[in-house]
Structures are given as structure tokens and as C-alpha cells.
């Protein structure tokens, strides 16, 4: 499994853009990146996903490196229900499981 | 869609005692995963199923460690006997097949155990 370095915490306010870091220098080729999400007290809900194109959907975009050692999940508009742990995970075609690293503590303020 | 359903969603049990958690995935979904969050190691995936085999338990820690799932619609994670540093929050998530990118993965909302 490719290891990802985040950072622990970052902050936002309210209705700002926020662009969370992810380093995969060790991705191999077949994975894709995946994003997923843990708000408080709840499990992780999946963000977004992709291969080398950048991609948008309703709740974010996803920046990834021309190299693809490194992406960027951007939160167009943060809201303080986007207060959560970010996890970055490359994750390969033919695997079928989800291995967490320790993500980044986002904070919202109003 | 109700999600993936999870009980009981707080447990409070003794030393010694036996922990029943239950889990039900989303209809249609092949793949059962069962995943264990603490503050000092975070989410760690325990065992996961495909078609009600079990593929993968290497992340069971040890031998009071059991899960099992006798239909697609059910699955428990048993500890017997249980211990205080078993005490976390059990995740059970389901997905489907079909997507090359990898399929989402849902999750349900945990069940809280604490063991004293």
C-alpha cells in the first residue's frame, strides 16, 4: 500500500476555499485516490476519487499532480459541517479494501 | 436506501463478559467490512467478507476475536472474553462490485463499546 503523508489539523472560515494536501510519492500506477471523510461521531462517508485527471462533484474537487505523487481536495466554500477528518487513500484497481492513514482535522469557524 | 444498520450502538460490558456486534449491509452488496477505531491507532480494518466469505481477517488481533456472516443480509464480530483495551468504536461498512475505480465504501454509524 502506497503510504500518504497529510497534515494533522488545519483550520478554515466559514465560506472560505480549503485545499487539503496529500503526498503519495509511493502510488503505483493502477491506484486511484481516494478521498473519504469522517464528520463527529459518525463513520467515514465517501468524498471523491480519481486517477490523473482532476475531478469535481457536488461536494469538492480533487486536484491531482501531473507526476501523481500528491493531490489536493478542495472545498469550494467551507461550511461548518465540513468540520471532520479528510483521509487521502491510494487504493489499486483490484483491491477491494479501504486502508485509513491518520487524515487531517479540519476545523470550521463561523 | 436505511444504510448499513449496526447494533447495539452503545455497549457497556465487564471484563470477561462476551460482545455480540451486528451488522447489517446494504441490500444488494457483496463485500462486508469490519473496522475498529481508537484514538492510538485509529481506523483499523479488521476482516472483510466477499459473498459471505471471509477474504481477508489479518487485522483480527487475536484469538477472542471472531466474525462471521451466515447470510448476505447479516454479519457479527464477537469478543470472548473481552478486555478494556477492547474498548473502541466498531465500524461495519458494505459495497457492491462492479466499478474499476473501486467501489464506495459505506459505512455504518458504529457501535460505542466499552469494556470496564
Known amino acids: 500500500d502506497a503510504k500518504t503523508t497529510q497534515p494533522n489539523s488545519m483550520e478554515s472560515n466559514e465560506e472560505e476555499p480549503v485545499h487539503l494536501p496529500c503526498n503519495h510519492s509511493?502510488?503505483?500506477?493502477?491506484?486511484?485516490i481516494h478521498w473519504y471523510r469522517q464528520l463527529p461521531s459518525q463513520g467515514p462517508e465517501y468524498v471523491i476519487h480519481g486517477l490523473t485527471s482532476n475531478v469535481n462533484n457536488r461536494m469538492a474537487s480533487l486536484a491531482i499532480a501531473e507526476d501523481r505523487k500528491s493531490s489536493t481536495l478542495i472545498l469550494h466554500r467551507a461550511t461548518l459541517r465540513d468540520a471532520a477528518v479528510y483521509y487521502c487513500i491510494p487504493r489499486s484497481y483490484n483491491t477491494d479494501k479501504l486502508i485509513f492513514g491518520t487524515g487531517t482535522r479540519l476545523q470550521v469557524f463561523p | 436506501d436505511a444504510g448499513v444498520i449496526q447494533s447495539p450502538r452503545h455497549e457497556v460490558t465487564e471484563m470477561g463478559q462476551e460482545v455480540t456486534l451486528r451488522c447489517k449491509p446494504i441490500s444488494g452488496h457483496d463485500y462486508l467490512f469490519w473496522y475498529r477505531q481508537t484514538m492510538m491507532r485509529g481506523l483499523e480494518l479488521l476482516i472483510y467478507f466477499n459473498n459471505n466469505v471471509p477474504i481477508d481477517d489479518s487485522g483480527m488481533p487475536e484469538d477472542r476475536f471472531s466474525a462471521k456472516m451466515p447470510n448476505a443480509s447479516f454479519s457479527t464480530l464477537k469478543i470472548q472474553p473481552s478486555e478494556p483495551r477492547d474498548s473502541a468504536v466498531y465500524f461495519c461498512a458494505s459495497s457492491g462490485t462492479g466499478a474499476f475505480s473501486g467501489n464506495t465504501i459505506y459505512f455504518g454509524e458504529g457501535s460505542w463499546l466499552t469494556v470496564v
Open positions: 509511493t502510488i503505483s500506477g493502477t491506484d486511484y
